[in-house]
Every structure is written in structure tokens, then in C-alpha cells.
């Protein structure tokens, strides 16, 4: 049924996001921390326990694919929803800064990606 | 009848369709005036932003073209709820190994991603000729992301100035992020779900990282969300507190 696989989507992202606001409050922040991170490590457990359940029958699975094919089209709404007026009317600082932090991050993107654990 | 308030009263839908059209205009500039040299999905986040521009322009508001009641879905479809919704949805394709193999990258990433932020944001506000400890660090702070700019600057009490300006650096990052990911992901080689993760930690907007890698590879979507998710938190975290005292105690 592909609503249960709707359903067990759902449950992972209330669950997770719970956390991280509760972790955020914990911690006395005013935001979330890493709840979309708990949200998908519990999908994926879920979703192996399910499997071995052989709960997994029919069409489970498209209700959580069709959200993941729709990925793109979100980010197409929110990128024409973002404020993206203010960026270039607040005068300079602002396109400095913003340009100058992404070619740095650029940069040490491949020398931070040489360092891997490993396996022993 | 009056026609826009019924687009309004449906405007899920309404950007539903709207949105269907952007991607298939996109889809056509790729394939016929571009050669597929930049994917469709890169064209229609660029597309999104120009009318996220020209809503501005046209408002005064600040969701972009969403504050046009016609277009007033995108509010709801491209927010926070639905963008999150997705990227958990794609968790599915992700390998565990793969990830603990990444693990400590990724942690050290968001470290450095964090401090490195910072440490510009206070440098260009120097440049900039502001000095007091509250201004700097909330212009740093907005260097991280645009959430963690206004949670420091009110946390610390800066002027609502120093604050739009933090925010408007955060929304800079935010979109140079989008753009510019898929131009230079060959050359930094974030081809693969390890540079995925480390990108993730060192850019943190959550934002730029989804539209970025979305625009990119999809399938990197979802390590890269990984370390995102926990930058802002552990910004508005240590940037009023840790940082900010640092700072204090250089100056």
C-alpha cells in the first residue's frame, strides 16, 4: 500500500525533526539542530526492518520514491521564493562576504575530502 | 468571479502547474539552445531565482515571487516543510558504509566550515570599517547562514542594520552556492558521496547545498543534507557564545 510507505515517511520526519528541535532547545539554541539527519537515519532503519519483516507489499515503496522524484521541483519553488531582492540591494558587504566564504569553501572542499577513515 | 483569488484559494495546485511549466521551458533551453552543456534542473533553479528577483522588485516583499498572489503556493511548496520532506524522501538511496567512511570528513568538515565562515565574515566586516565585537560577530554569523546572522545579532544586541546586513550575506551565500555548484563541481571533484558530505559541512546553508547539489547530481543530495542539517544548530550554537567571546578577548 503506498500510503503505508507515505506514512513511514512521514513518521521519520516528525520523529526526527522533534529531536532536533528538542535537541536545539536542550542546548538552548532558537533552531534545529540536525533533525533532517535524524529523519533519514530512521527511514533507512525502519526500512530495513520492514524489509525483513517482509512487511514491504506492493507499491510501499513509490510513496516515498514519488517525494524523492518531486526534489527538484521543491527546490525550483523555493529558489523563486527566496528573498533574493535584499542580496543585491544591501550594498556591497553583503556580495563580499556571501562570494568570498562560497570560493573559499570551494577550495578546501577536495583538500578536506582527502582525509577518509579507514576500515580496520 | 474574481479569477486571481481563485488561483489563490488553490495555489498548491496552481504551483504545481506553474512549477511543471518552469521545468519544461528549462528542459527545452537544455536540450535545444544548449546542447544539455547545463542540465535542465540547473537551468530551472536559475530560472527560479530570476523570478524570485523580479518578485522583489515588484513587491517590495520578501518571498520573492511568492508574495505575487498568483503565485502564492510557492510559499508553501518551496518552504521549509516540503524542501525537508524531500531530502529525508531520498535517504533511501543512501549507503551506510559509504557514510561512516565519510564520517570524520564530514565532522572535521563542519568544524572548519564553521570557523572559516566566521573568521571571513569578521574580516570583511573590518574591511568594511566596523569594529565593535557585536557588529563583527554578527556580520560573521551571517557569513554561516542567514538564520544564524539574526539569532547572534539579537542574541548580542546589534543594530537592526548590522542584522540586514547579515541576513543579505546569508541569502548572497545561499544563492552563489546554487549557482555556482554545478559549474565547478568537476574541477573540486564533488563527484562522489564523500565530497558530497565534506561540501556539506564546509557550505552548510541548507538552501545553496540542496539547489547546488540538486543542480549537480541528485544522488549526492542526501549525504550532503547529512552534515548541513547540523550547521545552522550548531551555529546559532557557538556563534553568540564561543566565537563571540574569542573574539572579545582578541580585540
Known amino acids: 500500500m503506498l500510503i503505508y510507505g507515505l506514512g513511514l515517511l512521514a513518521f521519520s520526519y516528525l520523529a526526527g525533526q522533534l529531536f532536533g528541535d528538542f535537541l536545539g532547545e536542550l542546548i538552548g539554541v532558537q533552531a534545529n539542530v540536525g533533525g533532517v539527519g535524524f529523519a533519514m537515519l530512521l527511514l533507512v532503519l525502519l526500512h530495513n526492518y520492514f524489509h525483513k519483516k517482509q512487511w514491504l507489499k506492493g507499491n510501499f515503496d513509490e510513496g516515498i520514491g514519488f517525494w524523492s522524484n518531486m526534489y527538484i521541483p521543491v527546490i525550483v519553488a523555493m529558489s523563486a521564493s527566496q528573498n533574493a531582492l535584499l542580496a543585491f540591494n544591501k550594498g556591497v558587504l553583503p556580495i563580499v562576504a556571501g562570494i568570498l566564504i562560497v570560493v573559499i569553501g570551494f577550495v578546501l572542499v577536495p583538500i578536506i575530502s582527502k582525509i577518509k577513515t579507514t576500515a580496520s | ?251
Not at chain 2, 511549466?21 to 546542447?35: D, G
Not at chain 2, 522583489?56 to 515571487?65: A, D, N, S, V
Not at chain 2, 524531500?86 to 564530514?106: D, E, Y
Request: net charge positive; hydrophobic share 55%.
Open chain 2, 1 to 251: 468571479m474574481n479569477i486571481i483569488s481563485f488561483f489563490e484559494k488553490n495555489g498548491m495546485i496552481t504551483s504545481f502547474l506553474l512549477i511543471a511549466i518552469i521545468m519544461l521551458v528549462a528542459e527545452q533551453i537544455s536540450t535545444r539552445l544548449l546542447r544539455k552543456k547545463i542540465p535542465g534542473s540547473a537551468i530551472a533553479i536559475l530560472l527560479g531565482l530570476v523570478l524570485a528577483y523580479y518578485g522583489g522588485i515588484l513587491t517590495g516583499g520578501e518571498k520573492g515571487i511568492a508574495d505575487i498572489a498568483f503565485f502564492s503556493g510557492f510559499k508553501l511548496v518551496g518552504g521549509s516543510m516540503f524542501r525537508d520532506f524531500c531530502i529525508v524522501s531520498t535517504a533511501l538511496g543512501v549507503s551506510f558504509p559509504v557514510m561512516l567512511q565519510a564520517g570524520k570528513a564530514g565532522v572535521i568538515s563542519l568544524i572548519i566550515g564553521l570557523i572559516v565562515s566566521f573568521v571571513v565574515g569578521i574580516c570583511v566586516g573590518l574591511a568594511f570599517g566596523y569594529h565593535d565585537a557585536e557588529s563583527l560577530a554578527t556580520i560573521g554569523a551571517g557569513t554561516l547562514t542567514f538564520i544564524v546572522g539574526p539569532v547572534t545579532g539579537s542574541a548580542l544586541g546589534a543594530s537592526s542594520d548590522v542584522i540586514a546586513l547579515s541576513v543579505a550575506t546569508g541569502v548572497v551565500k545561499a544563492i552563489a552556492v546554487t549557482i555556482f555548484t554545478p559549474l565547478i563541481a568537476s574541477k573540486i571533484k564533488l563527484d562522489n558521496p564523500h565530497s558530497a558530505m565534506v561540501f556539506g559541512g564546509i557550505m552548510g546553508t541548507t538552501s545553496g547545498v540542496a539547489a547546488g547539489l540538486a543542480a549537480t547530481d541528485q544522488k549526492l543530495v542526501p549525504y550532503g543534507a547529512l552534515t548541513a542539517t547540523f550547521y545552522t544548530g550548531l551555529g546559532c550554537l557557538l556563534c553568540p557564545s564561543v566565537f563571540y567571546l574569542a573574539l572579545k578577548a582578541l580585540m
